[in-house]
């Protein structure tokens, strides 16, 4: 993969381009405290967080059925709705890596599993409403990823032909969508990989260790 064929970027948002475990863990929390359960710690939930509501929950009480399980995704859903992007971030250097973009007139946007009712209010949070060229959240699409729909719609909506657009995702759905379109795919190591993660299996033409590699890989 070089720097001279990729003509638009697209990212994953939750462990990618944004930090909103901490959103989200706090969700979980105030959810599972709500029904009589344990509170978890960020650092133990944080690889959980890429892989949507009903998997945190799962996470956090692998044994209680599932009725109860589904009871606490939706309360979370609801405390989520309220704290959504407050402690979320954009990750380290990615705003350096995002005017760096701008400067070389290279479109970006974001592709996620993410709902829009919660995707693009955490977007306008971040201030990225008018720089993203693509906003696809989990819904824009009949399926999301590991499909191509939603791929290909972001794709047409910045003009740029699949071969020639970097996909940054933290999950394997996200590079297997992306090779599945032909687009270039990087892990993004910084994301919310787990112990079991295998990223040297995922169909990747790159890894990139942290934010400040991506900005050298497009300053070189």
Do not use: C
């Not at 020639?164 to 990989?193: C, F, K, P, Q, T």
């Amino acid at each position: 993969m070089h720097k001279q064929d990729i003509k638009g970027v697209l990212f994953d948002l939750d462990g990618t381009l944004a930090d909103t475990a901490p959103d989200l863990v706090q969700a979980l929390n105030l959810s599972l405290d709500e029904a009589g359960f344990n509170v978890q710690t960020l650092e133990t939930m944080r690889h959980a967080a890429s892989h949507g509501s009903l998997y945190l929950v799962k996470t956090a009480i692998p044994h209680a059925e599932e009725r109860v399980q589904i009871a606490i995704q939706q309360a979370l859903l609801r405390y989520y709705a309220q704290i959504n992007g407050d402690h979320s971030r954009l990750f380290d250097d990615l705003p350096e890596l995002l005017s760096l973009l701008d400067s070389q007139a290279i479109p970006y946007g974001v592709v996620t599993n993410k709902p829009a009712r919660f995707a693009r209010p955490l977007v306008a949070k971040l201030g990225l409403t008018d720089k993203l060229k693509t906003m696809i959240s989990g819904d824009s699409t009949r399926y999301s990823k590991p499909h191509t729909a939603p791929m290909f719609l972001a794709a047409q909506q910045i003009a740029i032909a699949p071969q020639s657009i970097l996909y940054l995702g933290d999950a394997e759905r996200d590079l297997v969508a992306a090779h599945n379109a032909s687009m270039l795919g990087g892990v993004a190591l910084w994301g919310y990989l787990s112990a079991t993660d295998k990223p040297d299996t995922w169909p990747a033409g790159r890894q990139f260790e942290h934010g400040a590699s991506l900005k050298q890989f497009f300053t070189e």
